[in-house]
């Protein structure tokens, strides 16, 4: 398959920054892997050189046996219709932080916010931290993974009680 | 001892009489089941026709349905709307996610029984219940009023302390500004 | 002696019980006299950590709750779901599950904008409107409960294919239902989209140039109402609509009489498409067989996939770690930029009587906010 436009993107990639990892997925995804000190700058040359002017979304994933976290920013292009997945890795800790890009896109500012709230990762620059969704919460960040949802469900939470006869043998067996 | 027929009591049967007929339900979406009361309220199904309404105010509702799973964020809402709302009252429990949690029973952040935090008049079963289920179980809730038998909301004011410590336990320290005990002296119930 | 102008503010909260708000959300407005000079939208009440539920679950048990984030238009969560497990472990989809899988988007799409044409109406005063849409959208309902067994979730669309064939006589109740509701059109136009009220209080409110909306990060039919034809549908094709006939409409003046004409004609789109998939759909199996799903473990990878639902751009980012169990799930839902700080662009400098009609023509839906 004749991968045109996506080929002239790795291209464009590549150009500055020489030694990235930067693979054809498939038709339109292109995925880029950076060193964190180099994103602000692939940002503003997606941007403005690039024609990469909407970010769909940044993700973060939290590899907690790595001892990182990676977060991916996603960038697509109505003109050239090609989707650049960068991903980077920053250190798993108790207060980690990273860099704003809320100056260059409106979106981030709220993305970021739900990242900070879900996964404790403070985005420096960014003037709006506060809580969005988890405003009765004062737990610790639930989407990392060293909180387990089940045991904390069972133990704070007021189940009904219901024993019905057909069910005393499925209870004594306990989950498989 | 047979029972004395006084003007008071001709008056609450007529007063039951015609309030059953008349429920107004408050206008609050608080989950995912809210998505079948449009159809109900709506030409092919027409709740009107019982004489249920939604109004937006809770002062002036008699009906709280809680459509679904709650949030401990919407729970708060809830209380505080539950509180402004005038005697008598009653609560609807929508879905199985008001019976044990349903499909979130291991989320961190809905509760599995909403029992322990309002007193329940009737519960639907479904996920989510048809329109047809909704107008059986409204039918069911103007007979238990007729027969005098849905007065849930006196359970609140007698065991406030009970829920009170319930909804301390998830929610902590929170102000209502509902005086409950001078409300339930006035009612002549504890 | 220094003149003090008084400015006489006060705060509004437009709080989660509320009519005029689609949901459960909340906008608190701060306002001088009737103009609003500052929003803030506050959400959250319906949050139930569906990521988070999602990795406890085996792939399979993940269909039945998946459906659920995004309520009144529930398949295209099913359908990113499907379509990111079938990328990441490599399966194909026999053609005649695509042909059905685009058809329960688009019978969905028409549904979604019923309702929407409902709430928009609702909003300036109009209430007969949601009366007649809401109870056509009924009979698609009827549809897709003659389809999948159930009204609003359907759990129908699953890695590998579709759960079931169509039964016997569904094509005809299908082109007797697009029959009905195009019939229906014309009444609509009378009473709605040709009434001149609706142009008095719709025309110039919430309006947005198109760089203001690519800056914002606005997608769907609010984008079109803006001048640009971007549709994922065409731009990143996915399913049978490669080989569907179907054109996408645009408006220029991207305020909210714009979006609702859009919608309009984004309707009638879809009642041709669901037409072409009934009359070209062809033969052949609608399941490729998956291993056992108790034991299925995918192989370790990501897969970024994004659908047009009728709010604008869906998209899911899944990483899988080779386990049993998908080791991350990220839910983009459209109205994330919608719901947030477009509305709060919007609102600041209008007037409090258009503030629920701002969020409507949005069509900003709180549940794909909070997941």
Request: glycine share 6%.
């Amino acid at each position: 398959m004749e991968y045109v436009e996506e080929k002239k993107v790795v291209d464009d990639i590549k150009s500055v920054f020489k030694e990235v990892d930067c693979i054809i997925k498939r038709e339109r995804r292109v995925e880029v892997k950076l060193p964190k000190e180099k994103l602000l700058e692939f940002a503003l040359r997606m941007q403005t050189n690039w024609d990469f002017p909407h970010l769909s979304a940044i993700s973060c994933v939290d590899w907690i046996d790595d001892g990182e976290f990676e977060l991916v920013y996603h960038f697509w292009s109505y003109n050239r219709k090609v989707l650049v997945s960068a991903s980077i890795r920053i250190p798993r800790e108790e207060n980690a932080h990273f860099e704003t890009l809320s100056h260059l896109w409106q979106p981030a500012k709220f993305f970021e916010r739900d990242i900070h709230e879900m996964f404790g990762i403070t985005f420096d620059g960014n003037d709006d931290m506060s809580k969005f969704i988890l405003e009765e919460w004062d737990g610790p960040p639930p989407m990392r993974k060293d909180f387990v949802t089940r045991e904390y469900a069972l133990s704070f939470y007021h189940f009904r009680e219901y024993h019905p006869e057909w069910m005393k043998d499925l209870e004594g067996a306990g989950e498989k | 001892m047979e029972k004395q027929v006084t003007a008071r009591n001709v008056w609450e049967r007529i007063f039951t009489k015609l309030n059953k007929r008349s429920l107004w339900m408050l206008h609050y979406c608080t989950g995912c089941g809210a998505i079948e009361l449009p159809p109900t309220m709506t030409a092919r199904f027409d709740m009107e026709r019982f004489g249920i309404m939604p109004m937006v105010t809770p002062r002036q509702a008699d009906i709280l349905l809680i459509t679904g799973y709650l949030s401990l964020k919407t729970l708060k809402r809830v209380i505080l709307t539950y509180e402004q709302m005038q005697a008598p009252k009653w609560v609807v429990g929508f879905g199985s996610c008001t019976i044990n949690g349903g499909m979130y029973w291991n989320s961190y952040i809905t509760i599995k029984s909403l029992d322990q935090y309002l007193p329940v008049d009737l519960y639907i079963a479904g996920c989510m219940p048809r329109p047809e289920a909704i107008i059986e179980a409204f039918n069911t809730l103007i007979k238990r009023i007729d027969e005098g038998k849905a007065d849930a909301w006196k359970d609140y004011y007698r065991n406030y302390d009970f829920y009170k410590e319930n909804q301390r336990k998830v929610l902590g320290e929170f102000e209502t500004y509902v005086d409950i005990k001078a409300d339930a002296k006035r009612f002549g119930i504890v | 002696m220094a003149e003090v102008k008084e400015r006489r503010v006060y705060d509004l909260f437009i709080g989660p019980n509320h009519p005029g708000i689609e949901g459960n959300y909340s906008m608190q407005l701060t306002l001088e006299g009737d103009k609003i000079v500052k929003a803030k939208t506050q959400g959250g009440f319906l949050h139930r950590g569906f990521e988070k539920l999602m990795e406890e679950r085996l792939f399979i048990q993940n269909i039945a709750i998946v459906c659920r984030i995004c309520v009144p238009d529930p398949d295209p969560n099913e359908e990113n779901y499907a379509r990111a497990v079938e990328e990441i472990a490599g399966i194909e989809v026999p053609i005649r599950a695509k042909y059905i899988r685009t058809l329960v988007l688009e019978l969905s799409r028409i549904a979604s904008h019923l309702f929407t044409f409902g709430g928009h109406a609702g909003t300036i005063g109009l209430y007969t409107m949601p009366n007649w849409s809401i109870a056509d959208r009924d009979r698609i309902l009827d549809l897709f409960e003659e389809l999948t067994g159930a009204r609003v979730y359907h759990i129908y669309i699953m890695p590998g294919g579709v759960r079931r064939d169509f039964p016997a006589g569904f094509k005809k109740h299908v082109m007797e239902v697009m029959d009905y509701i195009e019939s229906r059109i014309p009444y609509y136009d009378d009473l709605l989209f040709d009434n001149a009220i609706l142009y008095k209080r719709a025309k110039g409110i919430g309006k947005m140039s198109l760089e203001d909306a690519i800056k914002w990060g606005v997608t769907g039919p609010n984008l079109r109402a803006c001048g640009l034809a971007a549709d994922v549908r065409k731009d990143d094709p996915y399913e049978a609509y490669p080989y569907l006939d179907f054109e996408i409409p645009t408006r220029t003046e991207g305020d909210a009489l714009a979006r609702l004409l859009v919608r309009r004609a984004e309707l009638i789109q879809s009642i041709s498409i669901v037409r072409q998939v009934i009359e070209n759909i062809p033969e052949g199996p609608v399941w490729n067989k998956i291993p056992n799903p108790l034991k299925w473990k995918v192989p370790a990878g990501s897969a970024y996939v994004r659908c047009e639902s009728s709010k604008g751009e869906y998209a899911y980012y899944m990483v899988s770690d080779g386990g049993r169990k998908p080791y991350r799930v990220h839910v983009r839902g459209a109205s994330v930029t919608h719901g947030v700080h477009v509305l709060e662009n919007l609102l600041v400098g209008s007037r409090i009587e258009d503030a629920s009609q701002i969020m409507f023509s949005l069509d900003a839906c709180p549940p794909e906010i909070d997941r």
